[in-house]
């Protein structure tokens, strides 16, 4: 429970050095050490008319020109309905400021509608207690998220200090975040950068879609690591985290991450390959019953002591038998 200082909220006064010239304020806000506040946090605040720039509302995208005063007015925590609870997690990292977790496939990484209980959020909540305020009460210290059946690393921060540099380093593309994915068929290049802007689907709320509402930028970045009969394994780097990003990506180009029951990495895609793969395509989908794709590696600079950390994730088991089967059948 916070307590009487936190249940009020507070208001801060900034003056704007003469020195920035042209710097959108969302931006400049979220790298003063003194707000702790994420870039993220800030473009909310600025959107519900909590910051002012000398006593007028602005927009996200305002330019400071040097000398303005900045007073923001930060709302209260909103009481969470966050249950904690004894859930195992693999620990690969911690300390006073962050943890990295090995995230297993299946796990939920925050509550939302249809899962409350049982997620990454709850198990952390009770394993560490307090936790970065977040973007929301019920994602308490989540920087980046993972879907439910994509396994791998994420990185949870323990302080607000912590998640605003962390989010930064998001934001200016500064961490690393590397994934394995298979393919359905073989892309056209050995390597490439797929830059198409995700949004809502218009067709169904529930998944994403190149075409979509509200569409923003996202970039991934590829590389083949090995070339199977019908199947590619790549290395995939994220420049941009929007949700689904590497399977709408992926899919828009017909080639679907194996496994994927959303995006046409199941049934779809298999249904349209010749007789004699469709017997390896079986055995395939009997030994993965979700996406294959794994986070593999993380790799960025701690927010407080600036020392460079890096981070493996091994293959898990339903992943890896995949990976043995295509290998035993041949490239």
């Known amino acids: 429970m916070p307590d009487a200082k936190e249940s009020r909220g507070k208001h801060v006064s900034i003056v704007v050095p003469k020195s920035i010239k042209a710097e959108r304020i969302d931006r400049y806000l979220s790298k003063r050490p003194d707000l702790i506040l994420s870039r993220t946090s800030l473009q909310k605040l600025i959107e519900e008319g909590l910051v002012t720039v000398n006593g007028s509302t602005v927009s996200k995208k305002h330019l400071l020109e040097g000398g303005e005063k900045v007073e923001i007015s930060i709302p209260p925590p909103t009481p969470t309905d966050l249950v904690p609870e004894d859930i195992p997690l693999n620990i690969v990292f911690e300390d006073e400021h962050l943890v990295v977790v090995d995230k297993p496939a299946g796990m939920v990484t925050h509550p939302a509608a249809g899962n409350r209980t049982g997620t990454l959020a709850n198990a952390m909540a009770f394993r560490f207690g307090k936790l970065a305020a977040g973007s929301a009460p019920d994602r308490p210290g989540i920087v980046h998220r993972l879907d439910r059946d994509t396994s791998g690393l994420l990185v949870v921060a323990r302080t607000d200090r912590a998640y605003a540099a962390l989010q930064q380093a998001i934001q200016t593309r ?43 930028d996202a970039v991934t970045l590829y590389q083949l690591q090995e070339r199977y009969r019908s199947y590619d394994l ?31 990495g199941r049934e779809s895609w298999h249904n349209g390959l010749h007789a004699p793969e469709r017997p390896l395509a079986k055995r395939l989908l009997k030994l993965i019953n979700r996406q294959a794709l794994h986070a593999h590696s993380l790799e960025f600079s701690h927010p407080i002591t600036e020392k460079e950390l890096s981070f493996k994730s091994e293959l898990p088991d339903d992943f890896q038998a995949v990976v043995d089967l295509l290998n035993a059948e041949g490239r």
């Open 174 to 216: 500064t961490m690393k975040r590397t994934y394995l994915g298979i393919v359905c068929g073989h892309m056209p290049d050995e390597s490439g950068k797929i830059d198409l802007s995700i949004g809502r689907s218009l067709r169904d709320r529930r998944k994403m879609s190149v075409t979509g509402t509200e569409a923003r």
């Open 234 to 264: 790549l290395r995939i780097i994220l420049e941009t985290g929007r949700t689904h990003q590497i399977r709408v990506h992926c899919s828009h180009l017909n080639h679907p991450i194996l496994g994927d029951p959303d995006y046409g």
